[in-house]
Nanobody, 118 residues
Framework: QVQLVESGGGLVQPGGSLRLSCAGSGLSFSNFALTWYRQAPGKEREWVGSITRRTGGGTTDRNIAETVKGRFTISRDDAKNTLYLQMRDLQLEDTAVYYC???????WGKGTLVTVSA
């Protein structure tokens, strides 16, 4: 059974940092590009960023939404079957449930809530 489980969310003040994790089981992350999404209260789910599979040379390509560029960083550790989202300088508008997905599949996590509040 495939499972993706996000963790690391919580309450943080504006300007603070969090690191989200997405742990996979039942599938090998090394076979997939991976994506983070978020859904703010009352809004539609939006793409945050993606990271490709590692090439034979071990490199990856990353794309990040303009709204979080320079503040959020995506990384992966295939040995741990885990995807990360490092978030810094968090703003009120970053409040959302954050989801991970094996890109192009129906394999989604159930989300972790990030609340940015003073």
């Amino acid at each position: 059974q495939v499972q993706l489980v996000e963790s690391g969310g919580g309450l943080v003040q504006p300007g603070g940092s969090l690191r989200l994790s997405c742990a996979g089981s039942g599938l090998s992350f090394s076979n997939f590009a991976l994506t983070w999404y978020r859904q703010a209260p009352g809004k539609e789910r939006e793409w945050v960023g993606s990271i490709t599979r590692r090439t034979g040379g071990g490199t990856t390509d990353r794309n990040i939404a303009e709204t979080v560029k320079g503040r959020f960083t995506i990384s992966r550790d295939d040995a741990k079957n885990t995807l990360y989202l490092q978030m810094r300088d968090l703003q009120l508008e970053d409040t959302a449930v954050y989801y991970c997905r094996a890109t192009g599949t129906n394999y989604w996590g159930k989300g972790t809530l990030v609340t940015v509040s003073a």
